[in-house]
C-alpha cells in the first residue's frame, strides 16, 4: 500500500546545523500486520511515522500510496489521505479537553459525514475494554482510558493504517499490555504500525521489526517487496466538516472561559455602541432630523421660499426672490397632496404704532408677516375658527381684513392707539371694526381667527433671560414660530389678489431692495439718473401723454416704454441740449411774452377796467404767470403755457435725446439690463407737484420678461401644510431641503429654524463623531483580532490534532470563525439594544431637560445593520487571518507548538 524510495527528511537546527532526521529511507508496507519501528531516541522513529501519516513533508525521495507519488498530492490531497486511510494513537493521546469522551471519538467520524448511532458507539468502547463513558471529560480519566479513547477515535474512521506512537509510554507496564494486545488483534484486518523504543514488546508482538539508527534502516526483519498489481484503495472520503458539526465544537469553547469571554463582549459593545452613535451623529441630515422631530412634535406645516445665489466679482451673495404663480402651479403638481397657500408681499409691516403701550419682552412679537387669501381649503387644512366678528369680504371700503388671536392678545396686553386714545382691548370683539393702515392702505378689521396658537410652551421666557444655551434655542424657536407659522398673518377676503392685480389702476410696487435705473448713452451723464422701483403695464396709461411723432397707440411694443416727465434730469445737461428745466423755464416766459404782445390790444379796456392805472403786455404777463384762471382768454394761464411748453421741447429736443436709453433692473447685487425706447411722457400738467407717481410704464412682454428676471412677484412666500402620508412628507421635505437648483427652495418652520441655528455645532460634532466612529471600528477590529489570535494560539494543539484527524484548513476556519461569530453576535445583539436604549435617554434628555422640539440622534434600522455588518466582517477577518497563518505550518508542528 505504502512505498518508500530513497526518502530523505532534514532538519534545520536553531545553530542552522542540518540534522537528517531520515536517510534515504527505502521500504515497502504490507496491507495489514503489526509492525514494529524501534531504535533509539532521536533515530528518527517518529519523522517515519509522521512522513507516513502525511503530517510531515520529506524533502527528497518519493512517497507511493497505493502506487501514486505523493509528490504529486497538494495539502487538501493530503488531508483526504489522513481522513480516509490514517487513524493517530499518540503517546500524549491528544484528546481536546474540552471536550467529552462522546465528542472526542465522533469527532473523527464527523469529518468523514459518517453519523454514528449510540449502539455503535458503545459496541466501539466495548471493543477497546471501556465502559460506557461517553459524556465523561478526558481530564478525569486515567492514562489507559484515555489511551482506548485515542484508539476508539482512530478506530470510527474505520481507517487501512493505523500509526502508534509509543502507544505504552504513558501508561503503566498492565495497561500497555492491554493497549499492545488490543492492538495485536486488530492488525489481523488492519496495518498498525507502532514506533517504540522497547525491543521487547517488539519481538513479542511484531510480525515486522524495522531498526532505526541515524535515520537508517540498520535492520528489517522481514522485508516486504510489493510486487502485485495495486489493489484497489479505499474510496477517498473528503473531510466534511458541516457548520452543525462545528457549531457544538465552537459553543463550548465560547462557554469555557465565561469571565473572559463577558470582558471581550463588554468592550466590543462599547465600542460597537460608540460606534453606532459616532455614525448616527455623523450621519446626520436636516431632513430626516426635520422630519422626524416634526412627527415628534406634531408639526405639520412650514414655510417654502426661494433663495438665488449670485457671484459678483468673485464673491457670493444670497437674496430671497418672490415665487411666480407658475412656479406654485408646477410645485403643486408634483407634490399634489401637499397643501400650497401662497402668502402676498406688501403687508409686511410692523403694527406697533397701533399699540398704546409697547410692552416689551423676550416674547414680543409685533408683525405682521404677510397675508394670505381665506379660503375653505385654508380653514380645513389649518382647522382655523373665527371666535368674533366675521370672514372678510370684498365688498366693503374700505377692504375687511381679519386678524389672528395671536395679534389681538398683543393688542390685548397693550391696547388699542386710536390718535393718541387708548382703547382698552379685553375680549376679540373688541377689535372687530378697529381701523389699520398698511402701506398706506386703509383695512377694517372684520374678524378675529383663532389659528391654533399655543403659547404655553414659551411661558418660561415672557420676562425672563439668561445666557443658557437651551434659553437662547427656545428664544430662536419662538422666532422662528412667528416668522414661518400661520399666526401672524393677515387674512384676505377670498379673491383679493385677482382683484388686485386686474385693477385698472394697479401699479407694482417693489420693496427697496429692488430698484429700476434708466441711463443715457451717449451722453455726458456719469451713472444712473434716476430710480425707481415702480412699474405698470400699459392698462395704467394717464392722460396727457406727450407720445413721439404725435402717434398715439393702445399697446406697446416689446422695447417700449412710457416715462414720466420728472425722469428727465431738471439741471443737467444732455449732450448739447439746456438743462430741461432752463429750457422749459425760457420757452414758457416766452411764450407767455408773445402771447401777451400779440392780444393785449385785444383786451385792453377789460384789463384797464379790472386793473385801474395804465397798463401795458408786462402787466398782462404778470397776471397770466399768477391768475389761477384767465377771464381775459379763458384757458390760457400759466399751466397751459407750460403744458404747451413741454410737449414743444420733448417733441423737439427729448424723444431724439433718448433713443438710446438702457433700463436696468436691480435686484441687491444681481441686475439686468434692457434696450428701450422711450415713446412717451406722461404727468406733464403735475410737472410742479411733488407727489406725482415716478412709474415706467411698460407693454405686457417686457414686463413678464422683467418679472422673471428679477423675480418680481406678488407671492413672498409659501404656506404649506403637508399631508398625513409619512412618505409624501419625506419625499416633499428631502426634495426641498436638497434643492440644488438656482434659485433653490428653503423650507423653514420652527423645527428647521432651531436645526439651522444649531447646524454648525451639528456639522461639526458629525465631522468629528465620523472620526471617532472610525476609530472605534478599527479598535474593536484589533481587540477582537488580538484576542481570537490569543485563543488561537492557546488551542494549537487542539488544530493540529484536528488537521491530524484529517480536518482541512476550512474545517478549523468554521469552528474558530463560529467562536469568532458569537462574541462579535453577541457584542452586536448587546450593542443594538443599549444603542437604542442610549439613543432615547439622550433625545428624551434634549426634549425634556432642554425644553427642545428636536430628535437629533437617530439610532436606528441603518445604525444597527452597520453594527452587524462590522461585527460580522470583524469577527471574520479576527479569526481568518491568524488561522491562515496557523495553516501554513505542517499538522506536526502544531501539535508539538513547533
Known amino acids: 500500500m505504502i512505498t518508500l524510495k530513497n526518502l530523505t527528511k532534514i532538519y534545520q537546527s536553531n545553530n542552522e546545523h542540518q540534522v537528517k532526521a531520515l536517510c534515504e529511507v527505502s521500504l515497502s508496507l504490507p496491507t495489514k500486520g503489526l509492525i514494529f519501528v524501534v531504535g533509539k531516541s532521536g533515530s528518527g522513529k517518529s519523522t517515519l511515522l509522521h512522513v507516513l501519516g502525511g503530517l510531515d513533508s520529506y524533502d527528497s525521495g518519493e512517497m507511493f500510496v497505493n502506487h501514486k507519488s505523493t509528490t504529486t498530492f497538494s495539502n487538501k490531497d493530503f488531508d483526504h489521505y489522513r481522513n480516509t486511510s490514517i487513524g493517530f494513537i499518540f503517546q500524549e493521546y491528544n484528546l481536546i479537553e474540552s471536550l467529552t469522551v462522546k465528542e472526542n471519538i465522533l469527532m473523527a467520524s464527523n469529518l468523514q459525514n459518517n453519523k454514528i448511532s449510540n449502539d455503535q458507539l458503545v459496541s466501539l468502547l466495548n471493543q477497546v475494554d471501556l465502559d460506557d463513558i461517553t459524556n465523561r471529560m478526558p481530564n478525569k480519566l486515567s492514562g489507559g482510558q484515555r489511551q482506548r479513547i485515542a484508539i476508539a477515535r482512530a478506530l470510527i474512521k474505520n481507517p487501512q493504517i493505523i500509526l502508534a506512537d509509543e502507544p505504552t509510554g504513558s501508561i503503566d507496564h498492565e495497561t500497555g499490555i492491554q493497549i499492545l494486545d488490543l492492538l495485536k488483534l486488530l492488525s489481523k484486518d488492519k496495518l498498525i504500525i507502532v514506533v517504540s523504543h522497547d525491543m521487547e514488546y517488539a519481538q513479542k508482538y511484531a510480525d515486522r521489526i524495522i531498526e532505526l539508527k541515524d535515520g537508517h534502516i540498520i535492520s528489517d526483519s522481514s522485508p516486504y517487496h510489493d510486487n502485485k498489481k495495486p489493489l484497489n484503495s479505499q474510496t477517498e472520503i473528503k473531510s466534511h466538516f458541516s457548520i452543525k458539526n462545528a457549531l457544538p465544537f465552537a459553543f463550548k469553547d465560547f462557554l469555557a472561559k465565561p469571565l473572559r469571554i463577558f470582558i471581550m ?17 455623523s450621519q446626520y441630515r436636516i431632513e430626516h432630523a426635520a422630519l422626524q422631530s416634526m412627527n415628534l412634535a406634531d408639526i405639520d406645516y412650514g414655510s417654502l421660499n426661494q433663495i438665488y445665489t449670485v457671484d459678483v466679482l468673485g464673491s457670493t451673495y444670497q437674496m ?22 401662497p402668502v402676498y408681499s406688501g403687508f409686511d409691516q410692523s403694527y406697533r404704532n397701533y399699540l398704546y403701550e409697547s410692552y416689551t419682552s423676550n416674547y414680543s412679537f409685533e408683525e405682521f408677516t404677510g397675508a394670505i387669501e381665506l379660503s375653505d381649503e385654508l380653514i380645513d387644512s389649518f382647522e382655523l375658527n373665527l371666535i368674533a366678528g366675521s370672514f372678510p369680504t370684498m365688498t366693503n371700503n374700505p377692504l375687511e381684513i381679519a386678524i389672528s388671536k395671536r395679534i389681538y392678545e398683543v393688542f390685548k396686553t397693550n391696547g388699542f392707539n386710536s390718535d393718541g386714545v387708548k382703547i382698552n382691548i379685553t375680549s376679540p370683539i373688541d377689535m372687530v371694526n378697529k381701523s389699520i393702515s398698511i402701506n398706506g ?44 407659522s400661520i399666526h401672524n398673518l393677515i387674512f384676505l377676503p377670498s379673491g383679493y389678489q385677482d382683484d388686485l392685480i386686474n385693477h385698472p389702476s394697479r401699479v407694482s410696487t417693489y420693496d427697496g431692495s429692488i430698484d429700476f435705473r434708466l441711463y443715457l448713452e451717449k451722453s455726458e451723464l456719469n ?20 407720445w413721439k411723432d404725435g402717434v398715439e397707440k393702445t399697446s406697446l411694443s416689446d422695447n417700449e416704454i412710457i416715462i414720466p416727465i420728472n425722469m428727465i434730469p431738471n439741471n443737467l445737461q444732455i449732450n448739447d441740449l439746456t438743462p ?44 397770466i404767470n399768477n391768475a389761477v384762471e384767465n377771464v381775459f382768454h379763458e384757458g390760457y394761464t400759466y399751466n397751459y403755457f407750460l403744458h404747451q411748453s413741454t410737449q414743444e421741447i420733448i417733441s423737439k429736443d427729448y424723444f431724439t435725446a433718448f433713443e438710446s436709453i438702457i433700463l436696468q433692473g ?24 411733488t407727489s406725482s407717481q415716478d412709474v415706467i410704464i411698460l407693454s405686457n412682454i417686457l414686463y413678464s420678461t422683467i418679472s422673471n428676471d428679477l423675480f418680481l412677484y406678488d407671492v413672498s412666500r409659501i404656506m404649506v401644510k403637508m399631508d398625513n402620508n409619512h412618505q409624501d412628507n419625506s419625499s416633499f421635505i428631502t426634495h426641498v431641503l436638497n434643492d440644488s437648483s438656482n434659485p433653490s427652495w428653503i423650507f423653514t418652520n420652527e423645527v428647521i429654524g432651531t436645526l439651522d441655528y444649531i447646524d454648525d455645532l451639528l456639522d461639526q460634532v458629525s465631522i468629528f463623531t465620523l472620526y471617532i466612529g472610525l476609530l472605534f471600528a478599527v479598535f474593536s477590529s484589533l481587540l477582537l483580532y488580538g484576542y481570537i489570535s490569543i485563543v488561537i494560539g492557546n488551542r494549537e494543539k487542539d488544530i493540529g490534532i484536528l488537521r491530524a484527524l484529517g480536518a482541512r484548513k476550512l474545517d478549523v476556519m468554521k469552528i474558530f470563525v463560529l467562536e469568532s461569530l458569537f462574541i462579535g453576535f453577541s457584542a452586536f445583539i448587546f450593542a443594538s439594544i443599549f444603542g437604542l436604549l442610549i439613543n432615547f435617554w439622550i433625545n428624551h434628555l434634549l426634549i425634556n431637560q432642554y425644553n427642545l422640539i428636536l430628535t437629533i440622534l437617530d439610532f436606528g434600522m ?21 488561522l491562515y497563518r496557523l495553516s501554513l505550518r505542517k499538522p506536526i508542528d502544531v501539535i508539538k507548538g513547533i
Open 580 to 623: 430741461f428745466q432752463d429750457a422749459l423755464y425760457q420757452h414758457v416766459t416766452d411764450s407767455i411774452e408773445t402771447f401777451a404782445i400779440q392780444h393785449f390790444d385785444e383786451i385792453k379796456d377789460s384789463f384797464d377796467a379790472n386793473f385801474p392805472g395804465t397798463n401795458t403786455y408786462q402787466d398782462y404777463i404778470y397776471y
Open 320 to 341: 430671497y426672490p418672490y415665487i411666480s404663480s407658475e412656479k406654485i402651479t408646477q410645485l403643486q403638481l408634483v407634490y399634489a397632496n401637499q397643501n400650497l397657500f
Open 862 to 882: 441603518k445604525q444597527i445593520i452597520l453594527i452587524f455588518i462590522i461585527s460580522m466582517v470583524v469577527s471574520m477577518i479576527s479569526s481568518v487571518f491568524p
Open 527 to 546: 451713472g444712473h439718473y434716476y430710480t425707481t422701483n415702480q412699474l405698470s403695464i400699459l392698462k395704467t396709461i394717464p392722460t396727457d401723454i406727450i
Open 666 to 689: 436691480i435686484q441687491m447685487v444681481y441686475s439686468k439690463t434692457y434696450n428701450v425706447e422711450v415713446v412717451g411722457f406722461y404727468n406733464v400738467t403735475d410737472f410742479r407737484n
Open 441 to 484: 392702505k386703509n383695512y377694517k378689521i372684520s374678524g378675529i381667527i383663532d389659528t391654533n396658537y399655543d403659547d404655553s410652551r414659551y411661558q418660561s421666557i415672557y420676562d425672563y433671560s439668561d445666557n443658557s444655551v437651551s434659553y437662547d434655542i427656545l428664544k430662536n424657536e419662538l422666532k422662528c414660530l412667528d416668522l414661518y
Open 265 to 281: 463582549i463588554f468592550i466590543l459593545t462599547v465600542s460597537f455602541v460608540l460606534f453606532g452613535l459616532s455614525h448616527t451623529i
